[in-house]
């Protein structure tokens, strides 16, 4: 990836974002990190990589993986792979037998700072999903909340 595919001026960016997408993006590369020490014992024949934007795609397929297992599901509404198939593209990816997808890496990016909470996993140790919410019925669970409060 380029500076040229990238349409977003960082310093526009909230520093909170930034500052999420920086922790996220340590996150993964400590979990590629060690995707690579057991792929290594496993396919001795994978390293080194021949393709380093892999190792990007490893990270994001990985950061899926770790969504799935948590079950969340909402990047196959916007059309990336389930993260076996991600896995297997990224694998592909470093041996050089497949083009490198930028847009699954932006994507999951993108996705990470829109449907997570930027703090809670320094904060909380856990990923919190945000959600879009059903105005009404979030007034009337918070009216019924203040009301059991009261009545008490």
């Given at each position: 990836?380029?500076?040229?595919?990238?349409?977003?001026?960082?310093?526009?960016?909230?520093?909170?974002?930034?500052?999420?997408?920086?922790?996220?993006?340590?996150?993964?590369?400590?979990?590629?990190?060690?995707?690579?020490?057991?792929?290594?014992?496993?396919?001795?024949?994978?390293?080194?990589?021949?393709?380093?934007?892999?190792?990007?795609?490893?990270g994001?397929?990985?950061?899926?993986s770790?969504?799935?297992?948590?079950?969340?599901?909402?990047?196959?509404?916007?059309?990336?792979?389930?993260?076996?198939?991600?896995?297997?593209?990224?694998?592909?990816?470093?041996?050089?037998?497949?083009?490198?997808?930028?847009?699954?890496?932006?994507?999951?990016?993108?996705?990470?700072?829109?449907?997570?909470?930027?703090?809670?996993?320094?904060?909380?140790?856990?990923?919190?999903?945000i959600?879009?919410?059903?105005?009404?019925?979030?007034?009337?669970?918070?009216?019924?909340?203040?009301?059991?409060?009261?009545?008490?």
């Open positions: 990836m380029t500076e040229d595919e990238i349409d977003v001026e960082i310093e526009k960016l909230p520093n909170d974002m930034v500052d999420a997408l920086k922790a996220r993006g340590a996150r993964a590369a400590y979990a590629t990190i060690v995707a690579l020490s057991v792929l290594e014992i496993q396919f001795p024949d994978l390293l080194p990589v021949k393709n380093a934007d892999g190792l990007l795609q490893l994001a397929a990985l950061q899926l770790a969504w799935e297992r948590m079950g969340f599901g909402f990047h196959r509404e916007v059309g990336l792979p389930d993260a076996p198939t991600a896995i297997e593209r990224a694998l592909a990816v470093m041996a050089g037998d497949r083009e490198a997808s930028p847009e699954l890496v932006n994507l999951v990016a993108s996705l990470s700072v829109e449907r997570f909470s930027w703090h809670a996993h320094e904060e909380l140790g856990a990923e919190i999903a959600d879009d919410v059903d105005q009404k019925a979030l007034l009337l669970h918070f009216a019924d909340f203040v009301w059991q409060q009261i009545t008490r």
